[in-house]
């Protein structure tokens, strides 16, 4: 079947095939990180395709097997927040929620193939839509609060909605899912070989989701079950940040000594943040209302200074030692936890 490349902006190809419109990331060299001009370059695609008749389905992809999307471009939002502020940086950060928003809400099955890295923004790309398809290959992960940022993308509504406490756990150490874990935990609903993508968006063409994955048997092994060990999940059942880190402290589990190690690199004001996101998340009713509560935590986080130290030890200079204002918990001021709790 012809495929008809419709348009080519920076690092999105977009095109037809059959009765599928098709999205391709295509910046490989920065693992597809989602700029400004990306998303709206996905929305643009969108906004033609959602009365067009001929548009039955529509396929987000990536053009390299390493990574679907491995989040927002922090190089470029650090850059504007310090060079142009909080309002330009957020304003970067808010056209890309605004395209995963439409594409939660798009009028037409949307398939997402989360082959490869798939984390913070790529989350939020690719989760919220009605068919996602996991491999061998994929890696999930919220990594926020090792950067100083706060899961954000509608991670917090994802990861609030897994089964116990281990959604909270990943929030707030950033840990790591493969595929069959991402379809175990409700990130994901399809779990195949990376080598059956291409009969899938072949059939796709020419066949709606539901008839395609019907007869599509997932092979994500029976060991993929998220349920933390009862000792686990106590120690993420307490009132705070810093209760919960006592318990790991105490808790002979080896999962619990990495949690906590992964905790103690953590951006202290960013575990605080995703500490209320992920609660306040568990108490809203829709996507939406979680993205607002994201959005009020996101701009709080813009007006610290450990984000753009955060993004220059892990993506600028690369030495992976940041220096976090302040360095623990107990030294947040009041008056900054005050301003999570009054969202």
């Known amino acids: ?13 977009v095109s037809r095939v059959g009765h599928m419109g098709r999205l391709v990331l295509d910046r490989p060299k920065k693992l597809n990180a989602l700029d400004a001009g990306l998303a709206q370059g996905i929305s643009r695609a969108l906004d033609a395709w959602r009365d067009d008749d001929s548009v039955q389905v529509v396929l987000i992809e990536s053009s390299s097997p390493r990574a679907f999307c491995a989040g927002g471009d922090l190089r470029a939002i ?29 009028p037409k099955p949307v398939v997402s193939f989360l082959d490869g890295i798939t984390m913070g923004g790529g989350v939020g790309l690719g989760c919220h839509v009605p068919w996602r398809v996991v491999t061998e290959r994929s890696v999930l992960a919220m990594p926020e609060t090792g950067i100083g940022l706060v899961p954000d993308a509608g991670g917090s509504w994802l990861l609030s909605r897994t089964q116990g406490l281990a959604g909270l756990r990943l929030a707030l150490t950033g840990g790591r ?31 709606l989701p539901e008839q395609v994955f019907a007869s599509v048997q997932s092979d994500a092994p029976a060991k993929a079950a998220v349920a933390l060990p009862p ?13 919960v880190m006592e318990r790991l402290q105490a808790c ?18 960013s575990l605080e943040a995703a500490w209320h996101g992920w609660h306040r998340a568990r108490q809203v009713d829709t996507l939406d209302a979680a993205f607002d509560v994201e959005r009020s935590l996101v701009r709080l986080v813009l007006e610290r200074p450990d984000i753009a130290e955060g993004i220059r030890a892990r993506l600028v200079d690369r030495d992976n ?9 107990a030294d947040i001021p009041a008056p900054v936890l005050q301003a999570l709790h009054v969202l």
């Open 1 to 13: 079947m012809t495929e008809a490349v419709l348009s080519e902006v920076e690092g999105l190809a």
């Open 252 to 269: 002979d589990l080896p999962q619990a000594q990495q949690d906590l190690e992964d905790m103690r690199r953590a951006s202290p004001f």
């Open 321 to 329: 030692a940041p220096v976090w204002q302040p360095a623990r918990l």
């Open 177 to 207: 899912m493969d595929g069959a874990q991402a379809v175990a935990m409700g990130l994901a609903d399809i779990h195949t070989h990376s080598e059956a993508l291409d009969s899938l968006r072949a059939a796709l063409a020419h066949t």
């Open 78 to 106: 650090r850059e504007a927040l310090l060079a142009q502020g909080v309002g330009r940086a957020f304003a970067l950060m808010d056209q890309a929620y605004d395209t995963m928003r439409q594409l939660a809400a798009y």
């Open 231 to 243: 000792e686990l999940e106590q120690c993420y059942a307490a009132a705070t940040v810093a209760e």
